[in-house]
C-alpha cells in the first residue's frame, strides 16, 4: 500500500474564494490522480497528474477551475477556485501501487464545504 | 450513464453470518475489478480485487466473484464482523489513454449488528 497524506482535512469557505488541496506520497510515483465525492455520490475521477507534463482532465472538468501543480514525484496540488455552494464535497488523491500496477490507494480526503 | 451499479444502497446482515454485496457493469471493455470499503471522515481503502481473467479470488473472510457473462461481481464477507460496518465502493478499471481508469459505484452501506 502507499501512505498518502492530504491537507487541509476539511474546511468551510466562501463563495468566491479559492482552496488548495495538498496530497503529499510517501515515496516516489509517476502518476497521480484527483476525485470528488459530492454527496451521497460515487466518486468521480477529475484529472491524472503526472510529473513534468499537463495534468490530464476528465470530461466535466476544466483547468481553470481545477488547476493542478504536480512538481515532484511524491507532492501534487488541486485548486478549487471560484468556489461555489455546488462544489462542496470530499476531494481525494489517490496513487498506483502494487505488483500488478493497476489498484489505487486512496489518501484520507479533504471535505469541503463553501458557504 | 452509470457503467457501474450497485443496486443496494444498503445491507443488514448479524455478526457471524455472510454478507454479500453485488455490483453490476455495462462497459466490456473494463478488465479490472475492485472492491474498496470505506469508513466516515476516512478514504477508502482496498480491500480485494479480481482480473477479469479469473472468476474468483480470495483473501482471508473476502471473496470476490465475478460473471463476465452477466457483467457482475460481488463480495462476499464470511463471517461477517461489525467492525465491516462501512460503505462498500465496487471499481472498475479499464485501459484508457495510458493508465487504468477507474469508474466506481455508489456505494452501498453495509451494517453488520452484534
Known amino acids: 500500500s502507499a501512505v498518502i497524506s492530504q491537507k487541509p482535512s476539511r474546511d468551510i469557505c466562501q463563495r468566491g474564494t479559492s482552496l488548495t488541496i495538498q496530497c503529499q506520497v510517501d515515496?516516489?510515483?509517476?502518476?497521480m490522480f484527483w476525485y470528488r465525492q459530492q454527496p451521497g455520490q460515487s466518486l468521480t475521477l477529475i484529472a491524472t497528474?503526472?510529473?513534468?507534463?499537463?495534468?490530464?482532465?476528465e470530461s466535466g472538468f476544466v483547468i481553470d477551475k481545477f488547476p493542478i501543480s504536480r512538481p515532484n514525484l511524491t507532492f501534487s496540488t488541486l485548486t478549487v477556485s471560484n468556489m461555489s455552494p455546488e462544489d462542496s464535497s470530499i476531494y481525494l488523491c489517490?496513487?498506483?501501487?502494487?505488483?500488478?500496477?493497476?489498484?489505487?490507494?486512496f489518501g484520507p480526503g479533504t471535505r469541503l464545504l463553501v458557504l | 450513464d452509470q457503467q457501474v451499479k450497485q443496486n443496494s444502497p444498503s445491507l443488514s446482515v448479524q455478526e457471524g453470518r455472510i454478507s454479500i454485496l453485488n455490483c453490476d457493469y455495462t462497459?466490456?471493455?473494463?478488465?479490472?475489478f475492485l472492491w474498496y470499503k470505506k469508513y466516515p471522515a476516512e478514504g477508502p481503502t482496498f480491500l480485494i480485487s479480481?482480473?477479469?481473467?479469473?472468476d474468483k479470488n480470495e483473501d482471508g473472510r473476502f471473496t470476490v466473484f465475478l460473471n463476465k457473462s452477466a457483467k457482475h461481481l460481488s463480495l462476499h464477507i464470511v463471517p461477517s464482523q461489525p467492525g465491516d460496518s462501512a460503505v462498500y465502493f465496487c471499481?472498475?478499471?479499464?485501459?484508457?489513454?495510458?493508465?487504468?481508469?477507474?469508474?466506481f459505484g455508489t456505494g452501498t452501506r453495509l451494517l453488520v449488528s452484534p
Open positions: 489517490s496513487v498506483v501501487r502494487g505488483r500488478d500496477g493497476e489498484t489505487q490507494y
Open positions: 515515496s516516489q510515483v509517476t502518476m
Open positions: 497528474a503526472n510529473q513534468g507534463s499537463e495534468a490530464t482532465y
Open positions: 462497459n466490456s471493455m473494463f478488465d479490472y
Open positions: 479480481i482480473s477479469s481473467i479469473k
Open positions: 471499481a472498475a478499471s479499464a485501459f484508457l489513454r495510458g493508465f487504468q481508469k477507474l469508474v
